[in-house]
Structures are given as C-alpha cells and as structure tokens.
C-alpha cells in the first residue's frame, strides 16, 4: 500500500484542448491547444552562416518544436500543425512525448530526472488496451512517475455535476468531443458500457464543414476565413429549434437582411491623390516619373558598360598570351573563363566590343523618337479654336449624360416588358391578340391567304407599334462615343473620378472585402442530428439516443431520461437544450416527464470532476496505479473506479 501522496497532478488530455493543473486547486495553471509543428528554417539564413558540407545532415532539435502558447503564429502555421490524436485515440507517441515535455517544462519539473507526483489522466471511452499499454510504458518508463490513475472526461464531469444533484445515480450523459459525441447510461452511478452508443461526428467536422461552405462562397478569401472559424462557430452558430422552418426564413430576403451578420476584412482604401491635380500637374507628374525611369535606365547601362569593358579587357589579354606564344598559360585561362577556343574567344571578343559600341553610340545621339506616353498625350482631342476648355467640357458632360439617360431608359423599358404586369407589356400582348383576331376573321370568311401585308410602308407601323422603342439595343457607335467623352472627361477634368467613380468604385471594393455569415450559423450545427449533411451514413443524434433508450426496460427508459446531462464543448451550442426537449417529447410515451441539465462549465467540468476524485481520502488505495502493479500484472493493467474504464485484458494466444 503506497503512502497517501500530498499532490496530484491532474491531466485533462482532451483531442482538442489540453488542462493540466494541481488537484487542490480550482483553476487549471496551464490551457493550451493540443498541438505542436516545426516551423520551416531560413535556408538562406542557414547557408550564409554556415559552410555547405554535403557529408553532414541536418538533424532537428528539440528547440525547433513548437507546443501549444509557444507557437507565436497559429494561423500562418495552421496548415503544419500535428496533433498525437486520430479521431479521439492517441497514435503518434513521438508527439505525445514532446507535449509530455511541454507540460512538465511549464509545471516547473524542467530539468528533472523524474516526476515524483502520481498523475491523474483522461482517455477515451473503450481506449483500446495497445494505446493504454503505451502511455503506462511512457509515463513509468520515461518519465519514471509514481502512480498513474485513467479515466473518462465525460465521467470527470458527472462526478462535478453530482456536487449539486447528490442523491442522482441515473442519468444519460451526451458527452460531445471534438472528434466523436457519445450517449453514455448511467445506472446506479455505473456506466453501462456495452450500451453505450458513439456518433463519429464532433467538433471537428463542424469547423470543417463551415470551412467548406464558405470556401465555396468566398474562394479568394481562404486565409481569412480560417482565421476566423473557430470564432465563428463558438459565437455565432446556435442550433435551430425546427430545421427546415428556420430555412424557409433565411430564404425570405427581408428576413435574410435583417438578420445576416457581416463580416468586413481588412481593406486599405487607395487614396486617390491624382484625382485632385491639375491637367499641368498630372502631365509634370509624368514628365518626372518618366524621366526617373530613364535614369534608372541608364543607370543599369551604364554599369552594364563597365562590366563589359572590364570583362573585355580580361578576354583581350588572354588574345595576347595566345600572341605571345604563351600557350599553356592560355589554354589554362580559357578553362577559367568556360571558353572552348581561340576562335569562340575571338568571336566573344566581337560580340562585346560592338555591344559596347552600340550603347556608346546611344548615349550620345539620344533618343530618336517620342515616348509612347507623349504620342498619347498628342492624339488627346483637344478643344476647338475659340471655344474655352471650360465651356467644352460642360457640353461633353451633357452628352455623356445624354447617352447615360437614353442608354437607362432602354433598360428599363426591357426589363418592364420582361414582367407580364406592366404596361408596357399588356400593350405588347394587346396588339399581338388584336392581329391574331383579325387573321381568325379573315381565315373565316374564306378571304385569301395572302393579302399582300407588308407590300405597304404603312403596314410597318404594327411593329413599331408592338416596339415602342426603335432604338431598344445599344449601338456600338453610342459606346463609342460614351468611351471616348469619358476618357477626354478623365484626362482633363481632375474632379470627374473623385466626383463619379471614385467613391462607387471604393464601396464596391469595400464590399467585395466583406464576408456574409447568414444560413450557416444554423447549417452548421445541425450536423449533429442529421450527419448525412456532410456525407455521413450514421443516425443523427436524436435517433441515437432513441436506439440507446430502447436497450432498456421501461422503468429504466424513465430513470434515464430524468436526469440528462449535456457535456463538452458542442454542449454550449444556443438552442440545443431546446432542440433536445423538443426530440424527446416526439421519442417519449405521452405525458411522460423528463430532465436535461447543462454542465456549468462544459469545458473545464471533466478537469474539475478530475480533481473532486483525486480529493477523496481513499483515492490512492483504490484508484491508482502503482509502478509496482505495473511491473507484476503487465503494462496494460489499471485500476478501475467510478470513473473509469472496465479493465479487460488482452487475450492470449
């Protein structure tokens, strides 16, 4: 019997959260999200402090890993981050051991041969006895600790809920993980486990399944909205009362804008300067960039000059060692300089020199022709003779605006006879009758067939008639000549932007910079009772527990149902307490009574039921294991409690 340790050290090791802290205190002293990554080095930091050694292999060390807070960025490392979980079940022992690290380092025991405090550990409901067996060898073996007690975090925290309901021993807990959601009975205050049912959908598959739908709504937008889908989801989503009634709502758009929350991304507005400025000071502005853009040009010339004299005068005394007769000289110089022979170093010679002439010439003759820039400021129309540039643009604007007003009146006169109610299009419909009448009457009083319509000019006038507007399309000559008002408006006329574009082009950029968050706060959610959103084939959750309730007697049914309690973090969902009342007034016998309970704290209530068990006076004599019992029963061995799992150990062959 091991004496009765003064501290524990408790260990919420959840898929998605990790809480360690000390048993007899009410607050966890470490929270962190149970990850880790190995940022990418600098190569050409690495290269330029190092010499290149291509018999030495860079082996990574312990300081490249990131766990937990001390990853600096999550978000620009999102895509690297490594958990030790598949679903709800550790795989990756190296991880694990590397967070092992992390919290002891934290916890103060940096540096330590051993951890000289039992540890009180969560698992997996049904963990399965290989990754048991794995964590007892890493935890005794490696970390050398004294005891070591598993348990289920929905179990911790219906041990924390029992502190105010201490006289119920049934119950049917609805514990949801980030991975799984599971239905766990309670009767007499044990699990019944071989009843227990799990539905493969959590936490998880919600953030996903929102990523993917706004994904798909805002492609170019992706590391915006991973940034903010956590947020997302634990703000916003709320669970409907009725599904399909709440999607009848969101399809109404009076009811879709008064409800739709919107999200608006960073977005720089570019300040436009240049609308501001004179015709004088645009044409000085671009003189100036123009010019130091030739500087720039002939500032790379001219270092392209030096460099190809310098390299000639190189390749020209490497032709007089050849004069000269210097020929082992020579050969050994034309292997330095990666040239085959003489007459491909005479032919590189030529090929400088008239380089080098040519930019000389260049430089000294000037440029020969305009600029593109000053060709199109002189095909720019100008006013006509005698007319003031003031009075010109006035009646360019009225012409644009001419063509704006005939251009916007064919549209709507479209759209009005694209709607069967209007005028314009019961008038249409009128003439189109009135001649179908007319040829009925015709046809019955056995006139002839053709009666020469259309011989006529005035016969036309019915489908001026039927189309009012002769002129209903746009012309190409009108565009034409909107596009060129407009492009004489911009160049002359510094306020036209500010005062036409500018703002409208602002507000439209503004708004394409905006997320909408509408249908998805109840879309989402709602995977948890129909899976088959996201192309799972198991039963939503109301039908998981009606298949669970169904496992038992009658009387059992009522004693089950009394006390629902609601754990994990999906358990703070707005809506989903009612959501449930309202499924199992539908499963349950008419007028038949039930209870659902949430858990204060969804997610610190199975750390705090963790350390309520560790508190017990006979926790250590009845709920820890030993190193001793691991060293005789086996690695896979533990000691079960009220918390726990059932101990079955592994067949042998």
Not at 20 to 39: A, I
Not at 394 to 399: G, I, L, N, S, T
Not at 599 to 609: E, I, V
Not at 624 to 636: K, P
Request: glycine letters at 4%; proline letters at 4%; hydrophobic letters at 35%.
């Amino acid at each position: 019997m091991m004496s009765v340790p003064k501290r524990l050290l408790v260990i919420d090791n959840g898929s998605y959260e990790c809480r360690v802290g000390w048993h007899d205190t009410k607050q966890p002293e470490l929270r962190f999200r149970n990850v880790l990554t190995k940022p990418r080095k600098d190569r050409k930091k690495d290269n330029s402090q190092q010499i290149p050694d291509a018999a030495a292999i860079p082996t990574p060390t312990v300081d490249e890993i990131q766990v937990g807070n001390d990853i600096s960025n999550i978000e620009a490392v999102r895509a690297h981050l490594k958990s030790p979980f598949e679903r709800n079940v550790i795989t990756n022992w190296n991880h694990q051991e590397q967070i092992f690290d992390y919290i002891f380092s934290k916890m103060g025991f940096d540096g330590d041969d051993s951890i000289k405090y039992p540890i009180v550990l969560t698992e997996a409901l049904a963990n399965p006895n290989m990754s048991r067996r794995q964590m007892s060898e890493l935890l005794f073996e490696c970390y050398n600790v004294p005891a070591v007690s598993y348990g289920i975090d929905a179990l911790y925290s219906w041990r924390h809920h029992q502190q105010m309901h201490k006289q119920v021993a049934d119950a049917l807990i609805i514990s949801f993980g980030y991975s799984t959601t599971h239905v766990i009975p309670v009767l007499g205050g044990r699990m019944q486990l071989e009843h227990v049912r799990r539905l493969n959908v959590g936490g998880f598959h919600i953030n996903s399944y929102l990523f993917r739908l706004m994904q798909m709504k805002y492609p170019v937008h992706l590391n915006a909205i991973s940034s903010r889908i956590d947020k997302l989801v634990h703000e916003h989503c709320h669970i409907a009362l009725d599904y399909k009634e709440e999607l009848l709502k969101w399809a109404q758009l009076d009811y879709y804008e008064a409800h739709v929350m919107k999200i608006q991304l960073p977005y720089n507005q570019v300040t436009a300067t240049n609308a501001l400025l004179t015709v004088e000071q645009k044409q000085e502005k671009r003189r100036e960039l123009a010019l130091r853009l030739l500087d720039i040009k002939n500032r790379r010339e001219r270092e392209k000059l030096q460099e190809d004299e310098e390299y000639l005068q190189v390749l020209r005394k490497l032709r007089q060692l050849y004069d000269q007769q210097n020929l082992q000289k020579f050969e050994r110089a034309l292997q330095q300089q990666q040239i085959g022979n003489l007459e491909e170093l005479d032919k590189l010679i030529g090929t400088i020199s008239a380089r080098i002439k040519r930019i000389k010439e260049r430089a000294v003759s000037g440029p020969s022709r305009p600029s593109k820039q000053q060709d199109k400021l002189d095909k720019m129309p100008k006013p006509p003779e005698g007319v003031p540039q003031a009075q010109w643009l006035a009646e360019m604007r009225e012409k644009r605006e001419e063509l704006q007003r005939r251009k916007q009146a064919r549209q709507q006169q479209r759209q009005e006879q694209a709607k069967r109610h209007t005028h314009a299009a019961q008038e249409r419909m009128r003439i189109i009758s009135t001649l179908a009448r007319s040829e009925k009457r015709r046809k019955a009083n056995a006139e002839e067939e053709d009666d020469g319509f259309g011989m006529n000019d005035n016969d036309w006038d019915v489908y001026k008639r039927i189309n009012r507007y002769n002129d209903d399309s746009d012309s190409d000559a009108e565009n034409e000549r909107l596009l060129e008002y407009e492009k004489i408006l911009h160049h002359y006329d510094a306020g036209f932007d500010d005062a036409n574009n500018a703002a409208l082009q602002a507000l439209s950029a503004a708004e394409n910079y905006q997320l909408h968050f509408g249908v998805e706060e109840i879309r989402v959610p709602e995977i948890l009772f129909q899976p088959s959103m996201i192309g799972c084939t198991e039963a939503g959750l109301a039908e998981l527990i009606a298949f669970v309730l169904k496992l038992f007697t009658a009387e059992e049914q009522q004693r089950l149902v009394s006390h629902v309690y609601l754990t994990g973090s999906c358990a703070q969902f707005r809506g989903l307490k009612q959501r449930l009342s309202k499924e199992l007034l539908e499963l349950r016998p008419f007028q038949s009574t039930f209870a659902i309970y949430e858990s204060q704290d969804p997610t610190l209530a199975a750390w705090l039921g963790a350390c309520l068990l560790a508190s017990e006076r006979n926790f250590a004599e009845t709920s820890l294991t030993t190193r001793q019992q691991y060293q005789d029963r086996g690695s896979e061995y533990f000691r079960e409690h009220r918390a726990s799992n059932l101990y079955y150990p592994t067949p042998k062959d």
